[in-house]
């Protein structure tokens, strides 16, 4: 899988896909990110990629052209199966679309900034509209690192152990349950016994009850779902 992501602050991903299982993906060539500077593609000689708003009011609007440019420019060498914009009036962030997104091939992600894109490119151009939360962010930077993240991690190859993300939170509408590793007692604090017992089918049940529980307890909206 291939994600190119387009910025005017490509500053703010330094780094960001360069540890961990995001690193090891694409060291493995399971994934590779790209992050791409806005500002060449804006236009005179400041380079610009904003304006006014038409009909007045705060805050500037990404033009259109320089976005068009760019992700043209992308789209000239392969194929893309979404051009997604990250924003706090998309649809939110969950485990499903994520699980949807990791079967495709290559993604594009725009960043918004100021007041957002102009609407056209939006009508036009962008396939999904994407929002990780109902809070709003600096920029679309940070949501593009989640959204990347919570993608590449469930590519087969991405992870250790193969099976370990289908025992993730959300997998199954459950939140996992409470995990433990040695040492077995720690200031009189201990590892529940059914644990250490050995009984795989009592651990599973347990673990299943626990998910439950605490489902129940902290986000009984995803039971509802
Ligand atoms: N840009 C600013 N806030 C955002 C959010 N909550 N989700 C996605 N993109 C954003």
Redesign the pocket.
């Known amino acids: 899988m291939r994600i190119d992501i387009v910025t005017v602050q490509p500053g703010l991903l330094e780094g960001a896909f360069s540890h961990s299982i995001l690193k090891r993906a694409q060291d493995k060539g399971v994934a590779s990110v790209h992050v791409h500077d806005l500002r060449p593609f804006g236009s005179g000689k400041h380079f610009q990629v904003d304006d006014y708003a038409y009909g007045g009011g705060a805050g500037m609007v990404m033009r259109l052209e320089p976005l068009v440019a760019c992700i043209e420019s992308l789209q000239s060498e392969r194929t893309y199966d979404e051009v997604i914009y ?3 009036d ?1 649809e939110r962030l969950n485990q499903g679309i994520a699980n949807q997104l990791s079967l495709k091939g290559n993604l594009i992600l725009l960043c ?1 900034h100021y007041k957002g894109i102009d609407h056209r490119l939006r009508e036009h151009v962008v396939t999904r509209e ?4 109902d ?3 600096s ?2 930077e940070l ?1 593009a690192a989640v959204l990347t993240d919570a993608i590449v991690r469930l590519l087969p190859g991405a992870m250790n152990d193969e099976t370990s993300a289908l025992s993730d939170s959300f997998q199954d509408n459950l939140l996992a349950p409470p995990v433990y590793t040695r040492p077995a007692e720690f200031r009189g604090w201990k590892v529940p016994e059914i644990l250490t017992g050995g009984d795989t089918k009592a651990i599973d049940v347990w673990r299943h009850q626990q998910s439950l529980e605490r489902t129940r307890r902290i986000r009984p909206d995803l039971l509802e779902e």
């Open positions: 990250l924003t706090p998309g918004g994407i929002s990780i939360g809070y709003v962010l920029g679309g949501a």
